[in-house]
């Protein structure tokens, strides 16, 4: 599979409408598969809509390099060209270790940048060759120019860039602006008006940007990592339910893959009140159960059967959204009152303030999660914090971030494990064992 990798000098610049636009154009000639690097959930949801496909997420700290490139080759399989979406500017990250840079010398894949040019004129080049010469082992081969107000515009930011060839522009265009990043009130691929966004941005993109030069930049430079096989399990498989609907849509999609690969998965809403029969695991994943507070609390069959099944037994792994679900009370930001499913005495209130940042976990004990002492690389994104925490069992010491309280993540009830982090089970799929 020939891929192409889009980044930019900062967040904001328009990076993700861009490159879904691209991917969306080159969908009438190619079979393109999205990629993202980083955790962000959001972002793929884009590329989703762009492609038809699902897209992957990339992530060194979670995943390890060696996984990166497993994942990269496994997924772009069938497909013609993988286009890599930066996250935040080429160089950011906790480090370069950690960054969309590290990431295309990981993988081997061509840069092409995005500059918001808004404001600026000649000064774009200076910005180019300072990302192009920063270092020095990085093939940055092309840059695509947004927000140009005129033909003038776009020639005076041309001409002052050197080294890199211009592969054309985004017009600023008032309708191409994204009016709110907290899109919880249906599913990103459900969402109408991000549908109609990429498709109006696609047609701005055949017109002004060589779609044809981006796939020619592409390479299919082979990339060196033992691919394990298919972690196939041909036998009987049992039944996991796994919530998805609006309020709990925060899914990897190669968790999803390594967790067919032994269940029959069946999905269920809980803002519908429905459960699943007969299940031998759940997992709740995050998004945005604050936006739906009435709803949840009113999913009394959802709850009942999350109760029950969880005294009895039943393996039952939540993250962050699921946590906040999973627990005893949901508090809003005017100190209203929700009732929750009630596993955890746990009491979470919604604040203003996001939480942010990888995580590592190290875990106390033996779970079904990750062997006593070993290592967990997550990421935590939530706009809650518990206010009341009447548990006594976790399952990992937070080594870095900050966990759900006194450094500590994975609160446990019988076989229930709830974590504020999200977890990438690639680099411990083989623990995995609900």
């Avoid at 994975?410 to 504020?420: D, E, F, L, M, Q």
Wanted: hydrophobic share 35%; glycine share 8%; proline share 2%.
């Amino acid at each position: 599979m020939r891929r192409i990798l889009l980044s930019s000098d900062r967040s904001g610049s328009g990076k993700t409408l861009i490159t879904s636009a691209i991917m969306k154009a080159l969908s009438k000639k190619y079979r393109v598969r999205g990629f993202k690097a980083g955790p962000d959930f959001i972002d793929p949801g884009y590329h989703k809509i762009a492609t038809g496909f699902p897209s992957i997420n990339l992530d060194l700290w979670m995943m390890g390099k060696n996984n990166v490139k497993r994942s990269l080759i496994k997924y772009g399989r069938e497909f013609d060209i993988g286009i890599i979406e930066g996250v935040m500017g080429l160089y950011d990250g906790v480090d370069t270790l950690y960054s969309t840079y590290e990431l295309a010398k990981v993988t081997k894949t061509p840069v092409i940048l995005i500059i918001n040019c808004s404001n600026i004129g000649s000064t774009v080049g200076a910005i180019v060759k300072g990302l192009k010469y920063y270092r020095n082992d990085l093939n940055i081969r092309g840059v695509i120019f947004n927000k140009i107000a005129s033909e003038t515009h776009y020639n005076y930011c041309k001409t002052a860039v050197e080294d890199v060839e211009v592969l054309g522009y985004v017009p600023f265009d008032k309708n191409l602006e994204v009016k709110s990043r907290h899109l919880g009130l249906v599913t990103i691929e459900d969402n109408k008006e991000v549908q109609d966004l990429i498709r109006y941005a696609s047609e701005l993109v055949e017109k002004y940007v060589d779609l044809d030069k981006i796939y020619e930049m592409a390479s299919d430079e082979d990339l060196e990592v033992d691919l394990p096989k298919d972690d196939e399990n041909k036998g009987l498989k049992r039944k996991m339910a796994i919530a998805y609907d609006p309020a709990f849509s925060f899914y990897y999609q190669e968790n999803l893959d390594i967790l067919r690969s032994r269940y029959e998965l069946e999905f269920f809403s809980p803002l519908n009140d429905e459960y699943v029969e007969d299940a031998e695991a759940i997992y709740i994943g995050g998004g945005y159960p604050e936006l739906h507070l009435n709803e949840l609390e009113r999913s009394i069959k959802t709850k009942s059967w999350l109760k029950n099944s969880s005294y009895s037994g039943v393996k039952i792994y939540a993250e962050c959204g699921g946590l906040m679900y999973l627990s005893k009370n949901l508090i809003d930001e005017n100190n209203k009152n929700y009732n929750m499913v009630g596993i955890f005495d746990i009491d979470i209130k919604t604040k203003d303030k996001l939480t942010i940042g990888y995580t590592e976990l190290e875990a106390i004990n033996e779970n079904f999660i990750a062997n006593k002492n070993s290592l967990v690389r997550g990421h935590e994104f939530h706009i809650s914090k518990p206010i009341s925490v009447n548990e006594k069992e976790f399952v990992f010491k937070v080594r870095i971030g900050k966990g759900i309280v006194d450094k500590l993540d994975g609160v446990k009830s019988n076989n229930t494990i709830a974590n504020y982090s999200h977890l990438h089970f690639s680099n411990f799929q083989q623990k995995i064992v609900f």
